[in-house]
Nanobody, 115 residues
Framework: QVQLVESGGGLVQPGGSLRLSCAASGSIFGILTMGWYRQAPGKQRELVAIIINGGITHYADFVKGRFTISRDNDKNMVYLQMNNLKPEDTAVYYC?????????WGQGTQVTVSS
């Protein structure tokens, strides 16, 4: 079983930046992907960005050019650098981990973009 703990959320003004972190622990083996999803009130959870084993990244169109996902394999960490944040980026952001045994989710971290 893999545990994920997110951190780094908070309140930021439009145009500001935040960096989310996700620490993975437990029975980590054969990682396929690690990534970030988000869920705004009244909406379905949606993909933000993932990083595939080997370093290939994929972003949702609405964050391309603003967000950057990265991973530290030695520390079992994944990060999401979010720049030029917009009010519509307000959501709970969840870390996700996938290996051949299945998928794990973190508890989420709130990101609020408001003036």
């Amino acid at each position: 079983q893999v545990q994920l703990v997110e951190s780094g959320g908070g309140l930021v003004q439009p145009g500001g930046s935040l960096r989310l972190s996700c620490a993975a622990s437990g029975s980590i083996f054969g990682i396929l992907t690690m990534g970030w999803y988000r869920q705004a009130p009244g909406k379905q959870r949606e993909l933000v960005a993932i990083i595939i084993n080997g370093g290939i990244t994929h972003y949702a169109d609405f964050v391309k050019g603003r967000f950057t996902i990265s991973r530290d394999n030695d520390k079992n960490m994944v990060y999401l650098q979010m720049n030029n944040l917009k009010p519509e980026d307000t959501a709970v952001y969840y870390c996700n981990y996938v290996d051949p045994r299945g998928s794990s989710w973190g508890q989420g971290t709130q990101v609020t973009v408001s003036s």
